[in-house]
Structures are given as C-alpha cells and as structure tokens.
C-alpha cells in the first residue's frame, strides 16, 4: 500500500520562506506524477503544483513565481519550495501522487500558517 508523508509546514512571518517535503513509501509500479493541493477552512481544495514523471511542472496562478516544485526520484521524495510567503498562503498542504490504473493517494496534510 503506498503511503505519503508530509513534512515541513509551521509558523512563519509574511515574506518568509518554507520548505515541504512529501516521502512516498510502498509499491509505486505506475507513478504519473505528484502534486501539492492546499486547502483554507472554507475553500475548496486547489492546485498549488504538480511534477510529472517526465519532469513538466505545472502551478496555480496564485503561486506561479514564488514556489518551486521540484522531486528526487531516487529518494521517492517531492519538496515544494514556498518563497514570499503571503497571509493568504495559509492552509493545509496536501501531497498527492497519480498513478496509472489506481486510484489517487492523499498524505495527511501538513499546516501552513502565514501571520506576523
């Protein structure tokens, strides 16, 4: 069973910089490629980026040019590298992997808190 942990997340002033990582565990025989989702209470979850297999990235307007996605395939490991952090970044992060074939896999979540 693959498994997805996030790390990373805390407390940070606005301007300030965080990085996350996502571990992925188990028997991965298909991967597509791996995204960060975010979701503020009262939002809908939503887009932050994605990395495919093949090494295209993708971002939601919001972010584009303050986070970096990036993966280390030998270590199963995703990171996503958040600069000139905003209040208005404030959510729980998710990892998510895609698969061929099998359904999609979700890690806890970590938080991300913007406030000076």
């Known amino acids: 069973q693959v498994q997805l942990v996030e790390s990373g997340g805390g407390l940070v002033q606005p301007g300030g910089s965080l990085r996350l990582s996502c571990v992925a565990s188990g028997n991965i025989d298909h991967p597509l490629a791996m995204a960060w989702y975010r979701q503020a209470p009262g939002n809908q979850r939503e887009l932050v980026a994605s990395?495919?297999?093949?090494?295209?990235?993708d971002y939601g307007d919001s972010v584009k040019g303050r986070f970096t996605i990036s993966r280390d395939g030998a270590k199963n490991t995703v990171y996503l590298q958040m600069n000139s952090l905003k209040p208005e970044d404030t959510a729980v992060y998710y990892c998510n992997l895609k698969q061929l074939m099998e359904p999609n896999v979700w890690g806890q979540g970590t938080q991300v808190t913007v406030s000076s």
């Open positions: 990395i495919s297999v093949g090494g295209p990235t």
